[in-house]
């Protein structure tokens, strides 16, 4: 046999175990690394802080993600829902919307959505408008949680002070210094979701950006856990307790519970940063390093 041969037979080895685990994925559903999935229902109830993660374009999390929260709703649970999804600056407009048409999320949509051909692409409303329905059906607050892109934006060419006052950077915690652990860490998660692409020099005021978000999220559910129970929707980077919102969270820290909801396919994001996990099977996507590839080749 052929040296090219023997590669193409591993290679078709390879697919076959990877379609073999697909297939096993999703005849399971999903599994968690500690839990049977739902085990941890019980965690979701009183004042608790729940941080639910996604990887954005699987559906199947999505729908792990609302029956857990149909359970506990069903149960008498009755958290705000805050979502990465709305930028803070339009939690008027949530809250207008809901005024005129209640009941109505996609009015609530129309009004509060980022715009769809912002820098990244939009939301997929399909996923998100559930989450939507389920705070209007049960009346409960409807928080917008997410720094807008353009906001993020200010802080990585200027730092926090090109968006927050200092009485603001304090109120946030950013102030402070962040351990180099936590700064290597985010930084490489931003080399990783960026493909490598990113000059090093980028990676500290990106961080930057990064923490912002995960403060203000923290802040959002502060103010929220005041009245009882909160749950936040967000990514998965978002929910990690090592390096996103949960470690801005300070004296209602105790009151998380964060589940990381990953892909089977997803080897680097550590299992050990989340209460529960729960492995899905990967969504059908293009390569997402792809378009990254196709501007280097251009330059």
Request: hydrophobic fraction near 45%; include cysteine.
């Given at each position: 046999m052929s040296r090219a041969s023997a590669a193409a037979d591993m290679n078709s080895c390879i697919r076959q175990m990877r379609s073999a685990v697909f297939v096993?994925?999703?005849?399971?559903?999903?599994?968690?690394?500690?839990?049977?999935?739902?085990?941890?229902d019980h965690r979701l109830r009183g004042d608790a802080l729940v941080l639910l993660g996604e990887v954005h374009d699987n559906a199947q999390q999505h729908r792990l993600r609302l029956a857990a929260l149909q359970r506990a709703f069903a149960s008498g649970w009755r958290p705000a829902i805050a979502m990465e999804q709305f930028d803070r600056e339009r939690q008027a407009d949530i809250d207008r919307a809901r005024r005129e048409?209640?009941?109505?999320?996609?009015?609530?949509i129309d009004a509060a959505a980022p715009p769809a051909?912002?820098?990244?692409?939009?939301?997929?409303?399909?996923?998100y408008r559930p989450f939507v329905e389920l705070a209007l059906r049960y009346d409960v607050p409807l928080i917008a949680a997410n720094l807008s892109n353009g906001d993020t934006?200010?802080?990585?060419?200027?730092?926090?002070?090109?968006?927050f006052s200092a009485a603001e950077i304090a109120l946030?915690?950013?102030?402070?210094?962040?351990?180099?652990?936590?700064q290597a860490a985010q930084e490489r998660e931003i080399d990783?979701?960026?493909?490598h692409a990113l000059p090093r020099s980028v990676w500290p005021r990106m961080a930057q950006a990064q923490f912002a978000r995960d403060a203000l999220?923290?802040?959002?559910?502060?103010?929220?856990?005041?009245?009882?129970?909160?749950?936040?929707?967000?990514?998965?980077g978002h929910v990690r307790r090592d390096i996103g919102v949960p470690r801005w969270l300070g004296d209602v820290k105790d009151r998380t519970f964060a589940v990381g909801y990953l892909e089977i396919?997803?080897?680097?994001?550590?299992i050990t940063a989340f209460d529960a996990v729960v492995r899905t099977a990967p969504a059908e996507r293009a390569d997402p390093c792809a378009e990254f590839e196709r501007r280097a080749v251009g330059k």
């Amino acid at each position: 046999m052929s040296r090219a041969s023997a590669a193409a037979d591993m290679n078709s080895c390879i697919r076959q175990m990877r379609s073999a685990v697909f297939v096993v994925a999703a005849l399971l559903g999903a599994c968690t690394t500690s839990e049977r999935l739902g085990g941890w229902d019980h965690r979701l109830r009183g004042d608790a802080l729940v941080l639910l993660g996604e990887v954005h374009d699987n559906a199947q999390q999505h729908r792990l993600r609302l029956a857990a929260l149909q359970r506990a709703f069903a149960s008498g649970w009755r958290p705000a829902i805050a979502m990465e999804q709305f930028d803070r600056e339009r939690q008027a407009d949530i809250d207008r919307a809901r005024r005129e048409r209640p009941g109505d999320a996609q009015h609530v949509i129309d009004a509060a959505a980022p715009p769809a051909n912002r820098a990244g692409g939009g939301w997929n409303w399909v996923f998100y408008r559930p989450f939507v329905e389920l705070a209007l059906r049960y009346d409960v607050p409807l928080i917008a949680a997410n720094l807008s892109n353009g906001d993020t934006a200010r802080i990585v060419r200027g730092g926090y002070s090109a968006v927050f006052s200092a009485a603001e950077i304090a109120l946030l915690g950013l102030d402070l210094p962040v351990a180099p652990e936590v700064q290597a860490a985010q930084e490489r998660e931003i080399d990783i979701g960026h493909c490598h692409a990113l000059p090093r020099s980028v990676w500290p005021r990106m961080a930057q950006a990064q923490f912002a978000r995960d403060a203000l999220m923290a802040e959002v559910l502060r103010r929220s856990a005041q009245a009882g129970g909160v749950v936040l929707l967000a990514g998965n980077g978002h929910v990690r307790r090592d390096i996103g919102v949960p470690r801005w969270l300070g004296d209602v820290k105790d009151r998380t519970f964060a589940v990381g909801y990953l892909e089977i396919t997803d080897d680097s994001t550590p299992i050990t940063a989340f209460d529960a996990v729960v492995r899905t099977a990967p969504a059908e996507r293009a390569d997402p390093c792809a378009e990254f590839e196709r501007r280097a080749v251009g330059k």
